[in-house]
RNA sequence: GGGCGUUUAGCUCAGUUGGUUAGAGCGUACGGAUCACACCCGUAAGGUCGCUGGUUCGAGUCCAGCAACGCCCACCA
């Protein structure tokens, strides 16, 4: 064929017209059919702040090798796109851009005028990084693509959302939470980073009440949070304070009377002075101390940090006062200052510890009492008296908002008698946490690689509550309106209830909330309120009152009338919104359009029976529990159902030395630079190639001088492999006819070795290809694919075939056809680009103007058992061998090339072999074989090689010997025979061996040593030659 | 402190249930403008498999201990 291609492929020229081209086809759009074949992953939505990074890169590329795997196999393949909208990180990021430009901070703009700016900015830049996820050749179906905060997603979390509250799943607590003073935001644990900090363990003196003179010294890094003690603790066996339990202490600047309390998990009697102030509001374990001694919580803090109006006090007969002071900051100096000067500072050591800080804003975190809302995770049991109990000696765990054992006894279980809670497919289950472990303890959901399922157990078996509620304006808001009641009502509720309504009834009201809304005050009156603090389940609203806060709850859900008549009569809509893992843990679900069946109104496009559950979930192992955890947990509770079969963990990429790639540290490969310059398959085949099983793979990066942009030699890998690819195509398309026949595998008699070779290759590739995908390893993909075709093809069958194609055999054009076809899609679902490319050159028919014809619609080649040729294989491998060896000759002896080669075979039927295959070693070689048979003689200062596989040849070239690198080559060798054989005749000598040893491994070693003897022999006969010559 | 993992050639990594000379790519050295490809072709050198001990006829592979490094979780008044 006249073919004209240039001598390097050029990915740029390519890329976006083959893009096109799919995209036109609509192959990646995927529709429910009649195939019971079919194959789905949603993919992890990227940030919308986000731009690719190479976690994205290497998490693209495995999942869209899978989506065009599957699509070949004839699937019905969907690969599910959309983009998340990260609260905290979303706001921050437009907030600060704003306060850039504008000065402004968003209580200048206003919740709504926020909001909207926040969506531009979405509108603006949302898309990129699907453009980029594009450029790398990502095969989503880009017509579904979901945003977490769009219309779809936002009916899923709230249909999830009012499903929970109504089965008492979420309820409200007053709880220490990480407060992030500078976004005023409360966040996670897992948003919270610690850092080393230089401090100073101060001790303080507080005077024991009614004893003067004695004091109970504590030691703190934080004396600014002395003004919020509610207590001192000692241990309950420390000789030196077990004489002042139950007694109180004077507590210094605010003059507070507080008791001095035993406790032996809070205080540990080896460290400082054994004594620990209690600061119930200010600091996690003494908010759990504070719960198990019943202790007064005082907040001393305003939203932004500074200390609020219980910051003052009086003491001996002054008065202090740090109202308005930054708590960590200026308040700690005051109180120090005033501590000095009372002389009440018994000591001051430099103490370094760790202080969490927040991701977001970088700054120190507060412990700080404030509202939230949180989903039970733990078992739901209406034993009451065993959960007061559990709350009051289990090891609590209020640091931080995912905490919760303190507030088990203000949890909402809608049980009225009965324990758990009920999945969507009618399943019992002691709690939400315990349905996720069980889910892959099972087997249910497999996890690969499996190590990974353990860390995913450990972290739902300790069933922390999840706290669902921020503080910001940049998300899903919480459905919930709440009223406020008068001090009467929240007194009578408490302490009395009511017997005058019937439960039944009010159920039974379509909307409990228009009774509660027109009716506000007899709220307080239900007897049966008490304990179980449910009120009325109605199809848009479920409710409660809220004693500890004063408040009533509502949850309405989809019913704007409603909603209004609340706010009419004076609910407030709660001003949180949800955190973004809310959304992102029904991301399976929203996206196929639950709680309807799919996102269209058309009934043949119901996505949700049919590709849900989804057969793949690959994401990053950082993500393990905040998100596959949960997603498990909501597609068991709200539809029955996993979310999906397989969870793969890829690794994470690092840089040379081993640390993450981070913006911080410049360390960061951009995959978009990667593709301008390398091409988006060099960038997959090279990321594929690394997708090894550890848990970090490393990248070394080097900055390209001239352009400043990071790269890594690692992506040569993969361009050079691609134009390895395109090059081999030239070739071949330029050997083969316009008209060549189409290869019939079936019943395929070949009679040429080298033909029958390569197929044996191909099909041996074929399945490896198949079971490294379906095992998940994508490096061995990629090595198996690189050496079939760059070593088993290029190398050695191209070479061979040389002369037949430039006779024009008919044969090897069809053998090439047909290996280049099928290689190519072999190597499309990783290099999808050049491979759609090239299939566009072949001479196929029909194959011009006809969507069918692309690449990616054509059909994973079968592998075919048959075409396994074991003698082919071996003959060839002599054929490599013989080669090599006359190869090694005429390098190690430049004089050696073009003279004649004399082999030796052991014997006449590896002389009939060689005899064979004598024109391709002769052609490969660039030798003539002067002789090949077992009597042959060496010939005078011949230069030496023994095969010592492939039936013991020795090849011979005369006349071109350096008797001395000759000698000391063949001593070498020599040596390691020798020692090869000791072991082995040891081994063999060894009786326990003889006996236990398998018959095929003692046999094993038997030939292998015999080998080894017979070109000792050989060896030894030449170097004495060489030395009797010398 | 708890858990998980890693340690194999100069670098990045393979190495299936223990079994016959531990592999690949890159890099290095040497040779090569031969009519697909110098982003190429050919050849070679390079490894006491982190350390110590154990189990076994046999250990890179299994067990124990140690060391270094990494990640996750918890804690540090």
Known sequence: MNIDLPPQYSPQSVESAIYKKWLDSKTFHAVPDARADKYSMVIPPPNVTGALHLGHAINGTIQDILARYHRMKGDNTLWMPGIDHAGIATQAVVEKTIFEKEHKTRHDLG?????????????????????????????????????????????????????MFKNGLIFRGKRLVNWDTHLQTAVADDEIYHEPVKGQLTSIKYPVDGSPGEFLVVATTRPETMLGDTAVAVHPDDPRYKHLIGQHVILPLIGRRIPIIADGQLVDPKFGTGVVKVTPAHDPNDYATGLRHNLEQINLLTPDGKVNDNGQGEFLGKKYAYIGLKFATAARKAVLADLESLNLIADKKKHDHEVGHSDRSKTPIEPYLSDQWFVRMGDITNDNQSRNRQGATSEPRPSGSDSSSANTSRSLPDGRGSDGVTLADGTRVPGLAQAAIDAVASGRVKITPERYAKGYIDWL???????????????????????????????????KGHAGIDEKDLIAQEAFAGWLLLKPDQVAVPS????????????????FPWPEDGRLMICIKDNPALEKEAEALGFVQDPDVLDTWFSSALWPLSTMGWPDRGTSATANDELLPYFYPTSLLSTAREILTLWVARMVVFGLYCHGDVPFKDVYIHAVIQDGEGRPMKKSLGNGVDPVDIVASHGADALRFTLAAMATETQDIRMPVVKDSKTGINTSPKFDLGRNFANKIWNASRFILGAIAENTPQLETRNLKLETLEDRWILSRLNSAIQSAESAINAYRFADLAESLRSFFWTDLCDWYLEISKARIKAGDQTVQQILLHCLKTSLQLLHPVMPFITEELWSKLPIENRKSKIENLLITSPWPPFDSAQLDSAAESQLSLIQSLTSAIREIQNRYPAAKGKPVILQPRNAATQSLIEQSRAIIESLAQVTIQENSPTAEKPVNAATAVLSDGGGVQVFIADVIDKTAEAAKLTKRKAELEKLILSAHNKLSNESFASKAPAHIIQGLKDQMSKHQEELIAIEKNLAELQAKT
Not at 131 to 138: C, D, V, Y
Not at 533 to 543: E, L, N, P, S, V
């Open 461 to 495: 078996s300790q069933k922390r509550d999840w706290c669902i509620s921020r503080q910001l304006w940049w998300g899903h808001r919480i459905p919930v309106w709440t009223y406020q009641m008068s001090d009467a009502t929240v007194k009578v509720l408490a302490e």
């Open 111 to 163: 919740r709504e005028e926020l909001v909207k700016r926040i969506w531009q900015w979405k509108e603006q830049f949302g898309a990129r990084i699907l453009t980029q996820l594009q450029s790398i050749g990502a095969s989503c179906d880009w017509d579904r693509t979901r945003f977490t905060l769009d219309e779809t997603c936002a009916k899923a979390v709230r249909e999830a959302f009012f499903k």
């Open 528 to 543: 049966w309120l008490s304990p179980q603090r449910i009120t009325i389940q109605g199809k848009h609203a479920a409710g």
